[in-house]
């Protein structure tokens, strides 16, 4: 019996030496989609020879590692899915300045000194086409009779891209529209995939601000889902690369923001149904030139984020 | 005579104690730390207590913390309502069907928590598997205080169960059947003997219990939320999710919780230790049940009910979600697909990797914490060694760290600049956040059948000629080795499946099964995370139950 343990023992502690043994040319942190990071490393590690380890988790988990491990960091390129991180990290000064080669056709604004979008998503409204409710057109269609208790809001608090969405309408209308929701009945319900799988199911008829790749992908795999974006605007959320000051590997952690920008790369994005950061880049879906964006000062909004977020809760009881 | 302070002991109580540093106090005292010092993460401690007073004078922490308690305590007794007739049912008379009620009320303790809520509300709300069968829906119900403590005592009673069903077992008929022939009535019998000298088991169960649904995540996540029930551990979770990052505010709101489960304890202990529970004094008797007689039918309902409510519905929805070629599609004969579970065995995304870490690291869990568990369960119960009380806490620390923050803690301290050797970024990682997690199950199990065994037996083992460490080894082990063992299978069965731990802590590259049906469920591919969780649950059920088989078989567990 003891021997048998012993063995036991032995067995799974090789096993997990194994595991930790893969030594990694680069580690890079996504909050983007597994299927997408794993492409990209394979794809990458097939042109240059240089291994991708990868950690894939929301983009509050990563920060969450990151913080604890700030004594002793081990990541060399963040892809966050929130262009706030960009900022603050570069403030903090953990960025190291790279401009990509192939960054040339990313259009301005998805781009600095220190940070490139890798793809973009939208916000929109994701809506379940056989929910026997009519199709909306606007935000403030959500507000109507015909959506009484049928809308979920992702929670501003826990998603990043929600809350640019809230804070941006809010801005417009001085929460009037917020308002009207919560007497309709909508409720803030979670994260995004929290607010979605009920109506894929057709407990609820729409989301309203649903992060639209998720969405397109649903439709894809035969969901009767849609996403509509509302005439009047929406917000886009790009997802920022960095490449960190304290990497020791920055000349592979370059080449592999390269790749990443490259035409295979691009594609890649693509093909998870974000919008490639590079505008001549084609995708199976609208592009931001295809969108109408709101005009709103983001920076000015994330300085009121806690009074925002605490409107919101008032508005919305519970939370 | 005892055999106290006898040679033999000081080795095992070195062992204990050596485990019990790496497994839990390291990981806690960075925890303290962090709570103290806010830039430890940078390898700072400037600033020290800032940031403190400003947590802990939040109003919103009153509020969490009473609601934390409330939740506790309505699991509790939940728990204990369902679990307790049907244990002693289990336990005192012959169960039409016995094996296979209690392989399914060992079910729901196999569906990871998350899964189950996820389950519930699928069927539940609006449109919802019920309504699609039956034409109504019960959404109220489901998201109040009331519907999360039903979906988690569902989750949680089972311990309760097993734990009562065994330790009324081995006290058995003798003792109440001694009040009988005194004049007592069968249930003044059941009330002033049988119930009492199960105490031990019970308490440990319930206190399990307690300090599982004041740690758990996934449910008052998915349901508290909505109803406006925020605990300590989702505001732990907002703060070490929610940029900027405040760990020192979650790592001190993870000590307001470690105060509760060790109040507790504290409490349990007082229990136990004002009489003896000492009924395993000799050779072991034969058990004799009772016939169930009049009480067939309504025994047989009551185990139904339950077993329907608590493994029926929430596997129904799990394999119902895993069939679906779509959500939106519905149970509808052309929506039936099998390509989920083909893409699990397929290996897409991973999926076999994931199934493959998990179990090894649920075994190597359960060995380890077995093994600590049970050398310093015996350190705390059977000998006076001095600073056996330290030991006793350690053991039951963890048990109120919500998994975030042992991640957090693993990483502060083992992730320190100028460590000769450090498991961080390997799956040894993930091991010390299981063992830390889960080592309250196995030493509290132990702790409960060490105090129903008799110093005597031991004793008479040494005058008998035996050295401490061969009475242990041949006498005691055996004695607590059916409790032990389906300690460490629940721990397997945990550990194979820990999700918020493994979300922050896994080394890069390497999935779980947890995070890999997390991260389905992110990326919206339901019907994915749904077959692999009800592939796991099967597996988590059938190995342990197989392993049991064949440890009767060898004879090292009795029927």
């Known amino acids: 019996m003891l021997k048998s343990i012993k063995g036991l023992v032995f067995g799974a502690a090789s096993t997990l030496l194994l595991a930790g043994v893969a030594h990694a040319d680069i580690t890079v942190y996504t909050a983007g989609p597994q299927s997408l990071i794993d492409k990209l490393a394979e794809g990458f590690t097939a042109q240059s020879g240089i291994k991708v380890n990868v950690f894939q988790a929301t983009t509050g988990k990563i920060m969450a590692r990151i913080e604890a491990e700030a004594a002793n960091p081990a990541v060399d390129v963040l892809i966050s899915a929130s262009w706030e991180t960009a900022t603050d990290f570069a403030k903090r000064g953990w960025l190291v300045s790279y401009t990509s080669p192939n960054a040339e056709k990313v259009p301005d604004f998805l781009k600095n000194e220190t940070a490139v979008a890798q793809g973009v998503s939208a916000l929109g409204i994701a809506w379940n086409t056989k929910s026997g409710t009519p199709k909306p057109a606007e935000w403030s269609d959500l507000a109507k009779p015909e959506f009484k208790d049928l809308v979920n809001i992702p929670d501003p608090a826990q998603s990043g891209s929600s809350f640019e969405l809230t804070a941006a309408l809010a801005g417009q209308d001085d929460f009037a529209l917020f308002k009207s929701l919560k007497d309709n009945g909508a409720i803030i319900a979670g994260a995004n995939a929290e607010a979605l799988n009920p109506v894929l199911q057709g407990a609820k008829g729409a989301v309203f601000g649903a992060v639209d790749y998720i969405t397109f992908g649903n439709k894809a795999k035969g969901e009767s889902i849609d996403v509509v974006f509302p005439e009047s605007g929406t917000v886009i959320a790009p997802r920022p690369v960095m490449i960190l000051n304290w990497s020791k590997n920055q000349d592979e952690a370059k080449k592999f923001v390269d790749y990443m920008l490259s035409d295979e790369g691009q594609k890649l994005v693509a093909g998870t149904y974000l919008m490639p950061a590079r505008s001549d880049i084609p995708a199976d879906r609208p592009l931001i030139s295809d969108l109408k964006l709101i005009d709103y000062d983001a920076a000015a909004i994330q300085g009121k984020r806690k009074e925002i977020l605490q409107q919101i809760s008032d508005i919305f009881g519970a939370n | ?559």
């Open chain 2, 1 to 559: 005579m005892s055999a106290k302070d006898i040679g033999g002991v000081a080795p095992a109580a070195w062992l204990a104690l050596s485990g019990l540093v790496v497994v839990v106090a390291v990981p806690f005292a960075a925890i303290v730390l962090q709570a103290i010092f806010p830039e430890l993460g940078a390898g700072s401690f400037a600033r020290p207590f800032s940031l403190l007073s400003q947590t802990l004078g939040d109003v919103r922490l009153l509020r969490m913390t009473g609601n934390t308690v409330l939740l506790g305590l309505c699991v509790v007794i939940a728990s204990a309502l369902l679990a307790i007739p049907l244990g002693v049912a289990r336990a005192l008379y012959r169960i039409p069907l016995a094996p296979v009620w209690d392989v399914l009320l060992l079910v729901p303790f196999m569906i990871p928590p998350y899964i189950a809520t996820l389950g519930w509300i699928m069927t539940l709300q609006p449109r919802g598997y019920m309504e699609q069968l039956f034409g109504f829906n019960l959404t109220p119900v489901l998201f109040s205080l009331f519907g999360m403590t039903l979906v988690m005592t569902f989750n949680t009673f089972p311990v309760v169960y097993f734990a009562v069903s065994r330790t009324v077992e081995a006290i058995g008929l003798r003792y109440s059947d001694v009040g009988r022939v005194f004049g007592a009535t069968p249930a003044r019998a059941f009330w002033r003997i049988t119930l009492p000298l199960s105490a031990p088991g019970l308490a440990a169960s319930l206190l399990l219990v307690f300090a599982a649904a004041i740690e758990e995540y996934g449910t008052p996540a998915a349901l508290g939320r909505r109803a406006g029930f925020e605990v300590l551990v989702t505001g732990i979770d907002t703060r070490v999710g929610d940029w900027p990052i405040d760990l020192p505010g979650a790592a001190t709101l993870s000590l307001v919780l470690v105060i509760m489960s060790l109040a507790a304890f504290l409490l349990q202990r007082w229990i136990l230790t004002r009489r003896s529970y000492q009924t395993v004094g000799g050779k072991p008797q034969n058990a004799e049940k009772r016939e169930l007689g009049r009480l067939t039918i309504p025994v047989m309902l009551m185990f139904g009910i339950v077993a329907f409510l608590s493994t029926g519905v929430p596997m129904l929805a799990i394999l119902g979600t895993a069939l679906s070629g779509t959500i939106s599609g519905g149970l509808a004969f052309d929506n039936l697909t099998l390509r989920h579970f083909a893409d699990v065995f397929g290996n897409s995304a991973g999926a076999l990797g994931a199934l493959t870490n998990s179990l090894t690291l649920g075994l190597a869990t359960a060995v380890l914490t077995g093994l600590i568990g049970v050398v310093a369960a015996y350190v705390v119960v059977k000998t006076r060694i001095r600073g056996r009380a330290l030991i006793d806490i350690m053991t039951v620390l963890p048990n109120a760290l919500p998994g975030i923050v042992v991640a957090v803690g693993l990483i502060l301290a083992w992730n320190m600049p100028g460590l000769p050797f450090t498991p961080y970024n390997t799956g040894f990682i993930l091991l010390l956040a299981y063992c830390c997690i889960l080592l309250p199950q196995t030493a509290r199990y132990a702790t409960a059948a060490f105090l129903q065994i008799g110093d005597n037996l031991e004793a008479a083992a040494r005058v008998a000629g035996a050295s401490g460490a061969v009475a242990f080894r041949r006498i005691l082990l055996p004695l607590v080795f059916p409790s032990l063992a389906s300690a460490m299978l629940l721990v397997f069965a945990l550990a194979s499946r820990e999700l918020v731990a493994s979300i922050v802590v896994a080394p890069v590259g390497m999935q779980t099964i947890s995070t890999f049906i997390w991260r389905q469920f992110e990326q919206g591919s339901v019907g994915l995370g749904m077959a692999m969780a009800f592939v796991t649950i099967i597996l988590t059920t059938l190995l342990p139950l197989l392993f049991l088989m064949l440890l009767r078989r060898g004879g090292l567990v009795r029927e």
